[in-house]
Protein backbone atom coordinates (compact mmCIF):
# COMPACT_ATOMS: atom_id res chain seq x y z
CA UNK A 1 0.00 0.00 0.00
CA UNK A 2 1.48 3.53 -0.94
CA UNK A 3 1.01 5.02 2.62
CA UNK A 4 2.14 8.34 1.65
CA UNK A 5 1.91 11.33 -0.90
CA UNK A 6 4.88 11.98 -2.95
CA UNK A 7 7.45 14.54 -1.84
CA UNK A 8 6.03 16.65 -4.02
CA UNK A 9 2.64 17.12 -3.57
CA UNK A 10 3.09 17.68 0.41
CA UNK A 11 -0.96 17.55 0.88
CA UNK A 12 -2.71 16.85 3.92
CA UNK A 13 -6.71 16.38 5.01
CA UNK A 14 -8.76 18.96 7.24
CA UNK A 15 -9.10 16.24 9.80
CA UNK A 16 -10.65 16.39 13.14
CA UNK A 17 -8.21 17.95 15.78
CA UNK A 18 -8.48 16.49 19.26
CA UNK A 19 -6.31 18.60 21.47
CA UNK A 20 -8.14 22.03 21.82
CA UNK A 21 -5.10 24.22 22.28
CA UNK A 22 -2.74 22.50 20.43
CA UNK A 23 -4.43 21.32 17.24
CA UNK A 24 -0.89 22.06 14.96
CA UNK A 25 1.91 20.91 15.44
CA UNK A 26 5.66 20.91 13.92
CA UNK A 27 8.29 18.27 14.19
CA UNK A 28 11.71 19.19 13.51
CA UNK A 29 14.01 16.15 12.71
CA UNK A 30 12.59 12.67 10.89
CA UNK A 31 15.07 10.36 13.22
CA UNK A 32 14.00 7.57 15.29
CA UNK A 33 12.11 10.22 18.25
CA UNK A 34 11.34 12.94 15.49
CA UNK A 35 9.36 10.37 13.01
CA UNK A 36 8.14 8.65 16.28
CA UNK A 37 6.54 11.80 17.57
CA UNK A 38 4.99 12.94 14.34
CA UNK A 39 3.37 9.38 13.95
CA UNK A 40 1.77 9.98 17.28
CA UNK A 41 0.95 13.09 16.84
CA UNK A 42 -0.76 12.30 13.41
CA UNK A 43 -2.63 9.35 14.96
CA UNK A 44 -3.99 11.36 17.73
CA UNK A 45 -5.67 13.56 15.60
CA UNK A 46 -3.28 16.60 14.92
CA UNK A 47 -2.14 18.15 11.74
CA UNK A 48 1.64 17.81 11.63
CA UNK A 49 4.26 19.00 9.53
CA UNK A 50 7.79 16.95 10.07
CA UNK A 51 10.59 18.30 8.66
CA UNK A 52 14.55 17.55 8.26
CA UNK A 53 17.29 18.47 5.78
CA UNK A 54 16.90 16.31 2.57
CA UNK A 55 14.59 14.24 0.97
CA UNK A 56 16.29 11.27 1.73
CA UNK A 57 15.94 11.66 5.21
CA UNK A 58 12.03 12.10 5.61
CA UNK A 59 11.40 9.58 3.01
CA UNK A 60 13.70 7.08 5.83
CA UNK A 61 11.38 8.43 8.32
CA UNK A 62 8.44 7.56 6.68
CA UNK A 63 9.10 3.87 5.99
CA UNK A 64 9.80 3.99 9.22
CA UNK A 65 6.51 5.59 10.43
CA UNK A 66 4.32 3.54 7.72
CA UNK A 67 5.92 0.28 9.35
CA UNK A 68 4.71 1.29 12.99
CA UNK A 69 1.75 2.16 11.99
CA UNK A 70 0.33 -0.73 10.49
CA UNK A 71 1.95 -2.13 13.70
CA UNK A 72 -0.26 -0.06 15.74
CA UNK A 73 -3.70 -0.22 13.61
CA UNK A 74 -3.38 -4.24 13.61
CA UNK A 75 -2.74 -4.10 17.67
CA UNK A 76 -5.96 -1.58 17.65
CA UNK A 77 -8.05 -3.03 15.26
CA UNK A 78 -6.98 -6.98 15.01
CA UNK A 79 -5.59 -6.99 11.78
CA UNK A 80 -6.61 -5.99 8.20
CA UNK A 81 -9.90 -4.21 8.27
CA UNK A 82 -11.60 -1.30 6.70
CA UNK A 83 -11.00 0.43 9.70
CA UNK A 84 -7.30 -0.40 9.97
CA UNK A 85 -6.98 0.93 6.95
CA UNK A 86 -9.20 4.20 7.36
CA UNK A 87 -7.33 4.89 10.70
CA UNK A 88 -3.91 4.45 8.82
CA UNK A 89 -5.16 6.76 6.17
CA UNK A 90 -6.49 9.39 7.83
CA UNK A 91 -3.19 9.58 9.87
CA UNK A 92 -0.98 9.27 7.08
CA UNK A 93 -3.03 11.99 5.91
CA UNK A 94 -2.60 14.46 8.53
CA UNK A 95 1.06 14.57 8.25
CA UNK A 96 2.65 16.62 5.81
CA UNK A 97 6.68 16.80 5.40
CA UNK A 98 9.10 19.45 4.52
CA UNK A 99 12.91 20.43 4.04
CA UNK A 100 12.19 23.90 5.01
CA UNK A 101 11.84 24.53 8.99
CA UNK A 102 11.25 28.05 8.66
CA UNK A 103 8.77 27.74 6.38
CA UNK A 104 6.41 25.07 8.55
CA UNK A 105 5.84 26.91 11.79
CA UNK A 106 4.22 29.44 10.04
CA UNK A 107 0.62 27.93 11.61
CA UNK A 108 2.01 25.76 14.49
CA UNK A 109 0.92 25.72 17.88
CA UNK A 110 3.98 24.22 18.98
CA UNK A 111 7.54 22.82 17.50
CA UNK A 112 9.03 20.03 18.64
CA UNK A 113 12.52 20.08 17.97
CA UNK A 114 14.54 16.27 17.97
CA UNK A 115 17.02 17.03 16.06
CA UNK A 116 21.04 16.65 17.02
CA UNK A 117 22.12 16.92 20.01
CA UNK A 118 24.39 19.40 19.39
CA UNK A 119 23.28 22.81 21.41
CA UNK A 120 24.85 25.47 18.99
CA UNK A 121 22.83 23.79 16.59
CA UNK A 122 19.85 23.78 18.19
CA UNK A 123 20.09 27.22 19.17
CA UNK A 124 20.80 28.43 15.69
CA UNK A 125 17.79 26.39 14.67
CA UNK A 126 15.06 27.88 17.69
CA UNK A 127 17.15 31.58 16.75
CA UNK A 128 15.64 31.01 13.02
CA UNK A 129 12.33 30.06 14.25
CA UNK A 130 11.62 32.25 17.04
CA UNK A 131 11.50 35.19 13.80
CA UNK A 132 9.25 33.02 11.54
CA UNK A 133 6.59 30.97 14.24
CA UNK A 134 3.33 33.22 15.34
CA UNK A 135 3.90 34.67 18.76
CA UNK A 136 1.15 32.60 20.22
CA UNK A 137 3.88 29.03 19.36
CA UNK A 138 5.07 26.91 21.93
CA UNK A 139 8.95 26.03 21.84
CA UNK A 140 10.04 22.19 23.15
CA UNK A 141 13.16 20.41 22.88
CA UNK A 142 12.71 17.08 22.96
CA UNK A 143 16.43 16.58 23.83
CA UNK A 144 17.79 13.93 26.51
CA UNK A 145 20.31 15.49 28.18
CA UNK A 146 21.05 19.16 27.36
CA UNK A 147 19.58 22.14 28.79
CA UNK A 148 16.21 23.35 28.32
CA UNK A 149 17.37 26.31 29.87
CA UNK A 150 20.59 26.81 27.48
CA UNK A 151 18.63 25.75 24.17
CA UNK A 152 15.74 28.47 25.41
CA UNK A 153 18.42 31.03 25.52
CA UNK A 154 17.97 31.38 21.86
CA UNK A 155 15.01 32.84 21.76
CA UNK A 156 13.13 35.35 23.38
CA UNK A 157 9.99 33.26 24.42
CA UNK A 158 10.96 31.52 27.53
CA UNK A 159 7.58 31.81 28.61
CA UNK A 160 6.13 29.72 25.52
CA UNK A 161 9.57 26.99 26.14
CA UNK A 162 9.94 23.93 27.82
CA UNK A 163 10.92 19.92 27.49
CA UNK A 164 9.12 17.54 25.70
CA UNK A 165 10.80 14.46 26.66
CA UNK A 166 9.14 11.39 24.63
CA UNK A 167 10.93 7.46 24.85
CA UNK A 168 11.73 5.28 22.33
CA UNK A 169 9.87 3.39 20.70
CA UNK A 170 7.59 6.59 20.62
CA UNK A 171 4.15 4.90 19.53
CA UNK A 172 4.82 2.28 22.19
CA UNK A 173 5.83 4.12 25.79
CA UNK A 174 3.55 5.97 27.58
CA UNK A 175 5.48 8.44 29.08
CA UNK A 176 6.03 12.00 28.71
CA UNK A 177 8.31 13.77 30.65
CA UNK A 178 7.77 17.38 31.14
CA UNK A 179 10.07 20.25 31.74
CA UNK A 180 9.93 23.56 32.79
CA UNK A 181 12.34 26.14 32.97
CA UNK A 182 11.83 28.64 36.07
CA UNK A 183 10.32 31.31 32.88
CA UNK A 184 7.90 28.41 31.34
CA UNK A 185 4.53 30.07 31.90
CA UNK A 186 2.05 28.01 33.96
CA UNK A 187 -0.21 28.15 30.64
CA UNK A 188 2.60 26.81 28.24
CA UNK A 189 3.16 24.37 31.31
CA UNK A 190 -0.71 22.91 30.86
CA UNK A 191 -0.71 23.44 27.17
CA UNK A 192 2.20 20.96 27.03
CA UNK A 193 0.85 18.45 29.71
CA UNK A 194 -2.98 18.66 27.85
CA UNK A 195 -1.22 17.98 24.67
CA UNK A 196 0.62 14.54 26.06
CA UNK A 197 -2.08 14.10 27.45
CA UNK A 198 -3.93 13.94 23.84
CA UNK A 199 -1.34 12.04 22.54
CA UNK A 200 -2.56 9.37 24.89
CA UNK A 201 0.55 9.80 26.52
CA UNK A 202 0.97 9.75 31.31
CA UNK A 203 3.03 13.20 31.49
CA UNK A 204 5.51 13.69 34.35
CA UNK A 205 6.45 17.06 35.88
CA UNK A 206 10.42 17.48 36.01
CA UNK A 207 12.95 20.32 36.62
CA UNK A 208 15.43 21.10 33.73
CA UNK A 209 17.99 18.90 35.85
CA UNK A 210 20.65 16.54 33.75
CA UNK A 211 18.77 13.00 32.30
CA UNK A 212 15.10 14.45 33.63
CA UNK A 213 13.83 11.40 35.69
CA UNK A 214 14.39 8.43 33.37
CA UNK A 215 18.23 9.02 31.76
CA UNK A 216 19.05 9.83 34.78
CA UNK A 217 18.48 6.73 36.30
CA UNK A 218 18.42 4.70 33.47
CA UNK A 219 21.82 5.66 32.24
CA UNK A 220 23.89 5.18 34.64
CA UNK A 221 22.46 1.67 35.56
CA UNK A 222 23.37 0.89 31.92
CA UNK A 223 26.94 2.12 32.43
CA UNK A 224 27.22 -0.07 35.78
CA UNK A 225 26.22 -3.10 33.79
CA UNK A 226 29.07 -2.82 31.48
CA UNK A 227 31.19 -1.59 34.74
CA UNK A 228 30.32 -5.12 35.84
CA UNK A 229 31.28 -6.27 32.52
CA UNK A 230 34.37 -4.58 32.35
CA UNK A 231 35.39 -5.79 35.80
CA UNK A 232 35.08 -9.38 34.62
CA UNK A 233 32.53 -10.27 36.93
CA UNK A 234 29.39 -11.80 34.45
CA UNK A 235 28.49 -11.95 31.19
CA UNK A 236 26.58 -9.71 28.38
CA UNK A 237 23.87 -12.57 28.35
CA UNK A 238 23.77 -13.01 32.21
CA UNK A 239 23.43 -9.53 33.17
CA UNK A 240 20.63 -9.71 30.48
CA UNK A 241 19.07 -12.17 31.99
CA UNK A 242 19.17 -11.35 35.26
CA UNK A 243 17.46 -7.72 34.76
CA UNK A 244 15.02 -9.56 32.92
CA UNK A 245 13.84 -12.48 34.91
CA UNK A 246 15.08 -10.78 38.50
CA UNK A 247 13.91 -7.14 38.06
CA UNK A 248 11.37 -7.82 35.54
CA UNK A 249 13.22 -5.28 32.99
CA UNK A 250 11.59 -5.97 29.37
CA UNK A 251 15.31 -5.47 28.23
CA UNK A 252 18.65 -6.39 30.29
CA UNK A 253 20.79 -3.16 30.13
CA UNK A 254 22.56 -4.72 27.11
CA UNK A 255 19.78 -4.92 24.97
CA UNK A 256 18.57 -1.86 25.84
CA UNK A 257 22.03 -0.11 25.02
CA UNK A 258 22.24 -1.39 21.38
CA UNK A 259 18.47 -0.51 21.05
CA UNK A 260 19.21 2.92 22.53
CA UNK A 261 22.35 3.11 20.81
CA UNK A 262 26.00 3.20 22.16
CA UNK A 263 26.93 6.61 20.49
CA UNK A 264 23.44 8.09 22.22
CA UNK A 265 24.21 6.82 25.58
CA UNK A 266 28.27 7.46 25.22
CA UNK A 267 27.04 11.08 24.55
CA UNK A 268 24.81 11.67 27.14
CA UNK A 269 27.83 10.10 29.80
CA UNK A 270 30.56 12.09 28.02
CA UNK A 271 28.24 15.96 28.74
CA UNK A 272 27.20 15.05 32.23
CA UNK A 273 31.33 14.07 33.15
CA UNK A 274 32.64 17.22 31.58
CA UNK A 275 29.71 18.91 33.61
CA UNK A 276 30.60 16.87 36.97
CA UNK A 277 33.71 15.22 37.28
CA UNK A 278 33.61 13.89 40.32
CA UNK A 279 30.55 12.26 40.17
CA UNK A 280 32.22 8.35 39.79
CA UNK A 281 28.52 7.58 37.88
CA UNK A 282 29.33 9.41 35.38
CA UNK A 283 32.36 7.89 34.37
CA UNK A 284 32.86 6.70 30.94
CA UNK A 285 33.58 3.15 29.73
CA UNK A 286 36.73 2.44 28.03
CA UNK A 287 34.63 -0.91 26.50
CA UNK A 288 32.15 1.36 24.99
CA UNK A 289 34.63 4.17 24.16
CA UNK A 290 35.76 1.31 21.74
CA UNK A 291 33.09 -0.47 20.42
CA UNK A 292 31.87 3.36 19.25
CA UNK A 293 34.78 3.59 17.64
CA UNK A 294 34.56 0.70 15.77
CA UNK A 295 31.41 1.87 14.26
CA UNK A 296 29.08 -0.79 17.11
CA UNK A 297 26.41 1.21 17.77
CA UNK A 298 23.87 -1.58 18.01
CA UNK A 299 20.75 -2.71 16.32
CA UNK A 300 21.16 0.45 13.89
CA UNK A 301 24.67 -0.43 12.81
CA UNK A 302 23.95 -4.42 13.11
CA UNK A 303 26.53 -4.95 15.94
CA UNK A 304 26.83 -3.62 19.11
CA UNK A 305 27.28 -5.46 22.36
CA UNK A 306 24.98 -8.01 20.36
CA UNK A 307 24.88 -8.40 16.29
CA UNK A 308 21.84 -8.24 14.31
CA UNK A 309 20.55 -8.57 10.97
CA UNK A 310 21.07 -4.82 9.03
CA UNK A 311 17.91 -3.47 8.38
N1 LIG B 1 5.95 0.79 16.52
C1 LIG B 1 4.78 0.21 16.77
N2 LIG B 1 4.63 -0.87 17.55
C2 LIG B 1 5.75 -1.40 18.10
C3 LIG B 1 7.03 -0.85 17.88
C4 LIG B 1 7.11 0.29 17.04
N3 LIG B 1 8.28 0.90 16.77
N4 LIG B 1 7.94 -1.59 18.57
C5 LIG B 1 7.26 -2.56 19.21
N5 LIG B 1 5.94 -2.45 18.92
C6 LIG B 1 4.85 -3.28 19.41
C7 LIG B 1 4.87 -4.64 18.74
O1 LIG B 1 4.15 -4.64 17.53
C8 LIG B 1 4.21 -5.50 19.79
O2 LIG B 1 2.81 -5.40 19.69
P1 LIG B 1 1.86 -6.60 20.19
O3 LIG B 1 1.92 -6.57 21.67
O4 LIG B 1 0.53 -6.24 19.65
O5 LIG B 1 2.44 -7.84 19.58
C9 LIG B 1 4.64 -4.86 21.11
O6 LIG B 1 5.06 -3.52 20.81
C10 LIG B 1 5.79 -5.58 21.73
O7 LIG B 1 6.86 -5.66 20.77
P2 LIG B 1 7.70 -6.97 20.45
O8 LIG B 1 6.83 -8.19 20.62
O9 LIG B 1 8.37 -6.77 19.15
O10 LIG B 1 8.87 -6.98 21.50
P3 LIG B 1 8.85 -6.73 23.04
O11 LIG B 1 7.69 -7.39 23.71
O12 LIG B 1 10.23 -7.05 23.49
O13 LIG B 1 8.64 -5.15 23.20
C11 LIG B 1 9.65 -3.07 23.49
C12 LIG B 1 9.49 -4.25 22.58
C13 LIG B 1 8.32 -2.31 23.61
C14 LIG B 1 10.68 -2.16 22.85
C15 LIG B 1 10.08 -3.57 24.92
O14 LIG B 1 11.17 -4.45 24.81
C16 LIG B 1 10.49 -2.44 25.84
O15 LIG B 1 9.65 -1.81 26.45
N6 LIG B 1 11.81 -2.22 25.97
C17 LIG B 1 12.36 -1.13 26.77
C18 LIG B 1 12.36 0.14 25.97
C19 LIG B 1 12.87 1.30 26.75
O16 LIG B 1 13.33 1.19 27.89
N7 LIG B 1 12.80 2.47 26.13
C20 LIG B 1 13.35 3.68 26.69
C21 LIG B 1 14.73 3.88 26.19
S1 LIG B 1 15.44 5.34 26.83
C22 LIG B 1 14.89 6.55 25.82
O17 LIG B 1 14.22 6.35 24.85
C23 LIG B 1 15.30 7.93 26.20
C24 LIG B 1 16.24 8.54 25.22
O18 LIG B 1 16.44 9.89 25.59
C25 LIG B 1 17.59 7.84 25.16
Redesign the pocket.
Known amino acids: MALFNSLSTRTFSQSARMSAAIQNVTVIGSGL?GA?IAQVAAQTGHKVTMVDIDDAAVEKAQKRIG??IQ??A??KFGGESAEANKFISDAIGRLTISTDAVSSVGSADLVVEAIVENLDVKKKLFTQLDQAAPSHTIFASNT??LSIAKIADATNRKDRFGGL?????V???KLLEVVRIPETSQETYEAMCGWGKAMGKVTVACKDTPGFI??RL?VPYMYEAVRILERGDASVRDIDTSMKLGAG???GPFE?MD??GLD?GKF?VDGWHKEYPDMPLFEPSPLIEKLVQEGKLGVKTGEGFYKYNKK
Do not use: A, C, E, Q
Open positions: MGDSRIKKSSHFFNPPVMVNLYPMLYVTI
